[in-house]
């Protein structure tokens, strides 16, 4: 059984304005030797083959006026 591996890339862009704070993060990812769980009570775990995701996460925070 071989140690599961990832290779992880991010890109952010930050804006600051007054009280917003916005955020747009690509992100990619590599997964090697994924580990599979057995498939029958008392089985062994083997390692499946590779996987990628990849995408965006967006973020937003906003100062409410009058709200402590």
Known sequence: L???TIAAS?????VRRGGFVGRATLFRSELLDLIQ????????????SSGRTSGV????????AGVA
């Not at 996460?57 to 100062?63: A, F, G, N, P, V």
């Open 37 to 48: 769980p057995p498939g029958v009570p008392g089985g062994d775990f083997s390692n499946a």
């Open 57 to 64: 996460e967006l973020e937003w925070t906003q100062l409410m």
């Open 2 to 4: 071989e140690a599961e």
């Open 10 to 14: 991010e890109l952010s862009y930050i």
